[in-house]
């Protein structure tokens, strides 16, 4: 084989081995590589997230600290217990925590040290309202029934095994408990094979773990907002 020819192969097999990294790292966020090279990722990423993301802090209020406060209300829950799974840099408890009509406390959970230190940090003014734990989505350290909302925004399709994930927070809800979760769709989905579903069999696996009152409406570009209840 001509000289030339082993050169061309070096570098298609190059190309193709960024490929993989660039998929691998940058468009899965280390999905398939496991919690911790997730997590490690986020670490990177955590002085930048918020410039990045830019919060629609109305949005936030509309969207999700709305129906939280209406279902507590609904239930007549006074002094709510609410666990954010995968709180990243604390966007959940940041728009809960701000409303005046919110008076309970959270527990805000996230993999990455430095993405919680952001949240820590951020959220600083609000005490011991907001509890920080550096723990894995999948194995989550608390009661069963223990809470009165879970919430999982953006974060269930770096999960290995997003179905056990959801079991978790399905087995520390309290009966009542109001189920919030993302489910990624749009257009990028198609590039984590495995990792999400089309709207309505997300919907139907909810319904499956035993979820009632299951409802999906469309959230920011990539994801749909859904809800459940545990009976
Ligand atoms: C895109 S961010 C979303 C953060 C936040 N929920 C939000 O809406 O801004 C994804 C977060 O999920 C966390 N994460 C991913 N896998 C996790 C796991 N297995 N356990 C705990 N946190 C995890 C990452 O560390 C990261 O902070």
């Known amino acids: 084989m001509p000289i030339w020819a082993y050169f061309l192969i070096g570098a298609a097999l190059a190309g193709l081995i960024g490929l993989a990294l660039h998929w691998q790292l940058v468009v899965a966020e280390g999905a398939y590589l496991g919690p911790h090279v997730v997590a490690w990722l986020y670490d990177r990423f955590a002085p930048h997230y918020d410039r990045v993301k830019q919060f629609d802090k109305a949005g936030d209020a509309l969207m999700l600290a709305a129906p939280i406060l209406k279902h507590l209300a609904v239930s007549a829950v006074s002094h709510a217990v609410v666990l954010d799974v995968a709180t990243g840099t604390g966007r959940l408890p940041d728009a809960l925590l701000a409303q005046r009509r919110f008076r309970g406390h959270i527990v805000a959970l996230d993999l990455s040290r ?118």
Request: with cysteine; charged share 25%.
């Open 114 to 231: 430095r993405m919680l230190d952001r949240a820590q940090a951020k959220l600083a003014a609000y005490g011991d309202r907001v509890v920080f734990m550096r723990r894995d989505a999948q194995r989550l350290p608390f009661d069963a029934d223990a809470f009165d909302v879970v919430t999982c925004l953006e974060a269930l399709e770096f999960m290995r095994d997003q179905h056990a994930a959801v079991r978790e927070m399905w087995r520390v809800l309290k009966p009542g408990g109001l189920l919030m979760v993302s489910n990624r769709i749009g257009p990028d989905a198609w590039k984590l094979p495995g990792r999400t579903l089309p709207t309505a069999a997300f919907a139907a696996r909810l319904r499956a773990l035993g979820f009632q009152d299951v409802q999906s409406r469309p959230w920011l570009v990539d994801y749909d907002l859904v809800t459940g209840i545990k009976p």
